[in-house]
């Protein structure tokens, strides 16, 4: 083996160490992806509607739950904070959650339903989809926030996956204990009011996300203005802008780095923001600065929009070094 093979091996071998020690801690709305698939052969006879033939069915972790699976693909040891109702799909959330190797702990509301998302898919094409969805009550989040306290001991960077269905409600003060005991907090941003998000260490929106609270932009240079701006008066460490096929922009302290998206051939870009937020997370715990963090969340980015539905990115699709010989 020649000293550069042996040097490669040696880096891989221990960032694969690395990853197996860093520790996530992931708390926001998590939510069951099903996707029913199915033949149309008609149409029904009770309405001008296509009738499908369920013949498979597929269930994944969604939301902050695709997040934790993320991390969890790293081989990181992540632990997931949420609420799901007493239902069948709080059960299929627990079992697949365990099957990923994600440590969940999730809350049982007795008066809400487990989010779910279901597709029906028949003919190749999405043919409707139903979401069932209720905001979690607020005795169930306030034994969440007390849960938060002693699961933050036990991390090393923490993600609040704010997908805006309620079980983040105090994410303010969650932001501000974790600050307090030093972890390092990544926030997917919802909605325009970005002030409960103040002093996270940085914030992920899309274009979209952010066109919703700084207003569009016509340039580079306005761009990088308005966010500047925006992170200085939230006390942001820094602002990561995904652009689906443009990529990534990173905005910290009078600096901007940006990061050309690598996807080689697009399939389905659904989740492909949480595997960001994820592969961020788990990179800063194992050690690795922002800017590598980030340059690794792009590679992973590109590999999943190439999968079918929210998929995760494997360490050896990543980090080909880390591959057996
Ligand atoms: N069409 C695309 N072509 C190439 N890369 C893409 C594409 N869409 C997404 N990506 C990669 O994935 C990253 C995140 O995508 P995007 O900005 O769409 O996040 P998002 O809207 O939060 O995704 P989601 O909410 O579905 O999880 C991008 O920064 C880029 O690296
Ligand atoms: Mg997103």
Not at 181 to 196: A, N
Not at 247 to 270: C, K
Request: proline share 4%; charged share 25%.
């Amino acid at each position: 083996m020649n000293i550069r093979r042996q040097n490669k091996s040696s880096t891989a071998s221990r960032l694969a160490l690395q990853l197996r020690d860093a520790r996530v801690l992931v708390v926001g709305d998590v939510m069951l992806d099903r996707y029913w698939f199915g033949e149309v052969n008609r149409i029904s006879p009770e309405a001008p509607v296509p009738v499908v033939k369920v013949d498979r069915v597929e269930e994944r972790p969604g939301g902050a739950a695709n997040v934790a699976r993320n991390a969890a693909a790293l081989s990181a040891k992540v632990s997931l904070l949420s609420v799901v109702g007493r239902d069948e799909a709080g059960l299929c959330l627990r079992r697949l959650l365990k099957r990923d190797r994600v440590a969940a702990s999730l809350h049982e509301d007795r008066s809400v339903t487990t989010t779910v998302k279901l597709r029906v898919i028949g003919r190749q094409q999405q043919l409707l989809r139903a979401d069932f969805e209720t905001v979690p009550s607020h005795e169930v989040l306030a034994t969440k926030l007390q849960d938060f306290q002693r699961l933050l001991k036990h991390c090393d960077v923490v993600i609040l996956s704010d997908y805006g269905k309620g079980g983040l409600a105090h994410i303010a003060r969650m932001i501000a204990l974790a600050r307090r005991h030093d972890k390092p907090v990544l926030v997917d941003p919802k909605g325009e009011d970005y002030s409960r998000y103040r002093g996270a260490t940085l914030v992920t929106p899309n274009r979209a996300e952010l066109r919703a609270v700084i207003g569009s932009w016509s340039s580079e240079a306005a761009l990088t203005a308005k966010t500047q701006i925006l992170r200085q008066r939230l006390g942001l460490g820094a602002v990561l802008v995904t652009r689906s096929e443009e990529g990534m922009t990173l905005f910290r302290r009078g600096s901007r780095l940006h990061v050309p998206a690598q996807a080689r051939e697009v399939y389905d870009v659904s989740g492909a923001g949480d595997t960001v937020i994820a592969v961020i997370a788990v990179m800063l715990a194992a050690g690795q600065d922002m800017e590598s963090a980030v340059r690794i969340a792009n590679r992973a980015a590109g590999i999943v929009v190439g999968k079918f539905g929210t998929a995760v990115a494997q360490p050896d699709e990543l980090f080909p070094p880390l591959r057996k010989e």
